[in-house]
């Protein structure tokens, strides 16, 4: 079992849905991640959080929208997606440390299709 | 940004056989880690390594920062070794974003 939990397992959307990715570690760590994986493309980073608070936004549009209410659990919402938003998502956790990400732990991952 | 390349893209192995896959960074880094993507889509830890060497059972990894390539041995390969593995860095001035490189997609053939 991963210390990195991650539901739904997979989910299918409409352009006009929305939705709420969740992810919850149970690591102890204080920095959560989401991560994005195409096909053919590499992994991409979207957002960041430390101590709940957001650091990084790898310009991600709008539509996708982070929710980090504790250091133990982090959303993603999604509203209004496109089909080429369908991809695998990644959370992940690390103990963040001042000079960087330290170790990452990643969840199994969520694979949205969006129709 | 710190550019990230990994060789070779894909490989195929007999079972029992040795290999070595190679990931190449443009600059210092302080955090280097290897993983290691199952069928399921799920990246598993193998290595934090951003220096030295390390050995855990049939894999061993080694990275030389000096020269900005680390190396992933994988010995008496067996078919669940089959995935992708993805060298993922982080260089000095980046704070929290780990880059990846393209990954080397392994299948290891009974």
């Known amino acids: 079992e991963t210390g990195v939990t991650q539901t739904p397992r997979h989910l299918v959307m409409g352009m006009t849905n929305k939705k709420s990715l969740k992810c919850e570690q149970h690591?102890?760590?204080?920095?959560m991640y989401w991560y994005k994986q195409s096909a053919k493309k590499p992994l991409e980073l979207m957002f960041v959080?430390?101590?709940?608070?957001?650091?990084e936004n790898n310009s991600v549009p709008s539509r996708f929208s982070p929710e980090c209410p504790n250091s133990s659990h982090l959303f993603l919402h999604l509203h209004t997606l496109q089909p080429e938003d369908s991809a695998l998502y990644l959370c992940?956790?690390?103990?963040?440390?001042?000079?960087?990400?330290?170790?990452?732990?990643f969840g199994e991952g969520s694979r949205l299709t969006v129709l | 940004g710190i550019q990230v390349e990994q060789s070779p893209p894909d490989l195929i192995l007999q079972e029992g056989a040795n290999s070595t896959l190679r990931c190449n960074f443009s600059d210092s880094v302080n955090n280097l880690q290897w993983f290691h993507q199952n069928p399921w889509g799920q990246l598993i830890n193998l290595f934090y390594i951003p220096s030295g060497t390390k050995q855990n059972g049939r894999l061993s990894a080694t990275t030389v920062a000096t020269e900005r390539y680390s190396l992933l041995y994988i010995s008496s390969s067996q078919t669940t070794d089959s995935g992708v593995y993805f060298c993922?860095?982080?260089?000095?001035?980046?704070?929290?974003?780990?880059?990846f490189g393209g990954g080397t997609r392994l299948m290891v053939k009974p």
């Open positions: 959080y430390n101590f709940k608070e957001q650091t």
């Open positions: 993922a860095v982080e260089d000095n001035n980046a704070g929290n974003m780990l880059t």
């Open positions: 992940a956790s690390s103990q963040g440390q001042v000079a960087g990400t330290g170790e990452l732990f």
């Open positions: 690591l102890g760590h204080n920095a």
